[in-house]
């Protein structure tokens, strides 16, 4: 069963704290993303990689880094949590494109909360 | 549907009937559509897709409409069942591009 798992399903985080997401997938998949979920407003890119130690900005980078050293792993640091930071955070992975079942495959999320 | 505001559009159906989400997409170029579907708690998971030279693609007790002339993806449900109790996305590509843009998602509720 392929697997994307992420490090944890709730966090609490004071302001200005740096804090680590972290997402590894067991499906040796290429490309890897990060997206943060809030009510009414669907999945937004934050980060993606298409290979190791290469990452883009996707629609919504201000705030956030990425770090992939290793292809099964894909990181993403706030380095000052702010609290408009608050929200579930997913992590997926996706094969190459090519044809059909081109779909990602998503981690449980972490709830990441900002006080 | 559209979502207003911050509140999803809901569709609430009865154990047994059949259910039709729908989807309006934004960019004419996009030649890949995939549906996801998120239970509470959970990450989304993919359901079923379509490419942009096809009009009809059927799964087990899902099918996907596209109608490219109005831009319109639609996800049927057939003999609706607790279980598809979920929030549905939408999901575009265009250009062998790995980067999907999803919608804002619609939230089935089904009434045992």
């Known amino acids: 069963d392929v697997k994307v798992t992420q490090s944890s399903r709730y966090l609490v985080k004071r302001t200005g704290e740096k804090v680590f997401l972290e997402c590894v997938q067991d499906m040796d998949h290429e490309n890897m993303f990060w997206y943060r979920q809030d009510p009414g407003l669907g999945l937004r890119l934050i980060y993606f990689s298409y290979d190791v130690k290469m990452k883009e900005k996707g629609d919504i980078p201000e705030g956030y880094s990425v770090s992939r050293e290793k292809k099964e792993r894909f990181s993403l640091i706030l380095e000052s949590a702010s609290t408009n930071q608050t929200s579930m955070y997913l992590c997926?992975?996706?094969?190459?494109?090519?044809?059909?079942?081109?779909?990602?495959?998503f981690g449980p999320g972490t709830r990441l909360t900002v006080l | 549907g559209e979502s207003v505001g911050l509140h999803l559009p809901t569709l609430s159906v009865q154990e047994g009937d059949n259910s039709i989400i729908n989807c309006a997409y934004s960019n004419s170029a996009s030649d890949y559509f995939i549906w996801y579907k998120q239970e509470s708690g959970k990450g989304p998971q993919f359901i079923i897709d379509i490419r942009s030279n096809m009009d009809k693609r059927q799964g087990q007790r899902v099918t996907v409409l596209l109608n490219k002339t109005v831009k319109h993806l639609s996800l049927q449900i057939a003999a609706t069942q607790p279980g598809d109790s979920a929030v549905y996305f939408c999901a575009e590509e265009s250009g062998g591009s790995y980067i999907p843009t999803f919608g804002r998602g619609t939230s089935l509720i089904v009434h045992p």
């Open positions: 997926a992975s996706s094969p190459p494109s090519s044809g059909f079942d081109n779909e990602q495959f």
